[in-house]
Each structure stands twice: as structure tokens, then as C-alpha cells.
T-cell receptor, first 109, second 115 residues
Framework: DAKTTQPPSMDCAEGRAANLPCNHS???????VYWYRQIHSQGPQYIIH???NNETNEMASLIITEDRKSSTLILPHATLRDTAVYYC??????????FGKGTRLSVIA | ETGVTQSPTHLIKTRGQQVTLRCSSQ?????VSWYQQALGQGPQFIFQ???????GRGNFPPRFSGLQFPNYSSELNVNALELDDSALYLC??????????????FGPGTRLTVL
């Protein structure tokens, strides 16, 4: 079973920031938080990962709470092309990714 | 840099038949993982291959088997197909040992329909 819980769906207005929450209260000290997304009919796409510190790349920012029990993925300026299912995954090293059902983000014009 | 490719893109089989799906990993990657994604669900891990050896397996019966070749490409074989095997089959490649974290690159998937 997935170690993370996410809301099943969210809406976001185009051009606004999309903030996707994730709870991972049982995460182990050596486990990373990964975010992937899956646009309809495509394979999942890696977005970002983090261990303890907040992270930012060209796609998104990841904010991890100090106790590491939850995190938030931020898409700073959502576009229609960001409509997808977003998966938050806790895992380590080269272990298999354990996907839950994710959050279906709908970006609305 | 060539991404992960999978073939075929779509496939229709009948119950009891056998199927082989193929995956070419991204250049430089030595690990391939296979996932099954039923409609409306997240991908479920089937197994992983590292340097031609099975390196972990999910909760799938033995009729799901695989191979990895010296060039790190891989096959997924499913025998005695059942209706519930209808799903999107995803292949993901990664570079084990090069990074402490687990960034996997997924192919577009093969859509298998069992009638």
C-alpha cells in the first residue's frame, strides 16, 4: 500500500499557483518524497524529489514540513497543460515506486 | 539522448493466450521496472531487472515473467491471459547505484485488452 495520502481532485485557475498537498506521516528517515505526474494516456513523468530541504526546479517547488510528515508541491503558474494526475510517493534508493491514486488536478481557463 | 520506448502501443488478445511486451531503456540506464496500471488506478509494480537479473517483484503471479538483455532492453511476458490483465503496461528505466534517489523515466506504455 502507498505510504502517502492525497486529495482525490483539485481545481486551479490558469495562471494561478497550484498547491498540491501530500501526507506521509510514516515516512522513514532515509526515504525521499517524490512527485510524478501523468498526463492522460501517457507514462508518468518525474517532477521533483526532496529529503529534508525545500527544493525547486524548472517545473515546480517542493515544500517539506520540518517533521517530514507532509509536503506540498507548488506549480507557480499553472497552465492548461498541467492538467494531470499528480502522484506523491515516499521511497528510498532504487526501491520500486509505490503509487497511490494521486490527485487529479484540473486547470481551468 | 533517446527516451524509453515501448512496443506495441496497443494489443488485443483473447483469454488464455500469451503476450510479449517490449521496452527499450533510456541510454545509459541499467535498470528496468515494469508496472501495470488498471483504469482509474495508479501504476502497480510488477518486477524490476538490474543487469539481466530479477531484482524485486511485486504481488503478481508467476505467469508474469520477464527478461533483460545485455543492452538493458527488456521484455514482459504474460501467459494464460485473464480478463483482469487488461491494463496499461508501463516500463521505466533508471540508473541504479549512480544516485541515492530514485528517478525513473517511463515509456508511453502498451495498452493491452483481453477479450
Amino acid at each position: 500500500d502507498a505510504k502517502t495520502t492525497q486529495p482525490p481532485s483539485m481545481d486551479c485557475a490558469e495562471g494561478r499557483a497550484a498547491n498540491l498537498p501530500c501526507n506521509h506521516s510514516t515516512i522513514s528517515g532515509n526515504e525521499y518524497v517524490y512527485w510524478y505526474r501523468q498526463i492522460h494516456s501517457q507514462g508518468p513523468q518525474y517532477i521533483i524529489h526532496g529529503l529534508k530541504n525545500n527544493e525547486t526546479n524548472e517545473m515546480a517547488s517542493l515544500i517539506i514540513t520540518e517533521d517530514r510528515k507532509s509536503s506540498t508541491l507548488i506549480l507557480p503558474h499553472a497552465t492548461l497543460r498541467d492538467t494531470a494526475v499528480y502522484y506523491c510517493i515516499a521511497g528510498s534508493g532504487n526501491t520500486p515506486l509505490v503509487f497511490g491514486k494521486g490527485t487529479r488536478l484540473s486547470v481551468i481557463a | 539522448e533517446t527516451g524509453v520506448t515501448q512496443s506495441p502501443t496497443h494489443l488485443i488478445k483473447t483469454r488464455g493466450q500469451q503476450v510479449t511486451l517490449r521496452c527499450s531503456s533510456q541510454s545509459g540506464h541499467n535498470t528496468v521496472s515494469w508496472y501495470q496500471q488498471a483504469l482509474g488506478q495508479g501504476p502497480q509494480f510488477i518486477f524490476q531487472y538490474y543487469r539481466e537479473e530479477e531484482n524485486g517483484r511485486g504481488n503478481f503471479p508467476p505467469r508474469f515473467s520477464g527478461l533483460q538483455f545485455p543492452n538493458y532492453s527488456s521484455e514482459l511476458n504474460v501467459n494464460a491471459l485473464e480478463l483482469d490483465d487488461s491494463a496499461l503496461y508501463l516500463c521505466a528505466s533508471s540508473s541504479a547505484g549512480e544516485r541515492p534517489y530514485n528517478e525513473q523515466f517511463f515509456g508511453p506504455g502498451t495498452r493491452l485488452t483481453v477479450l
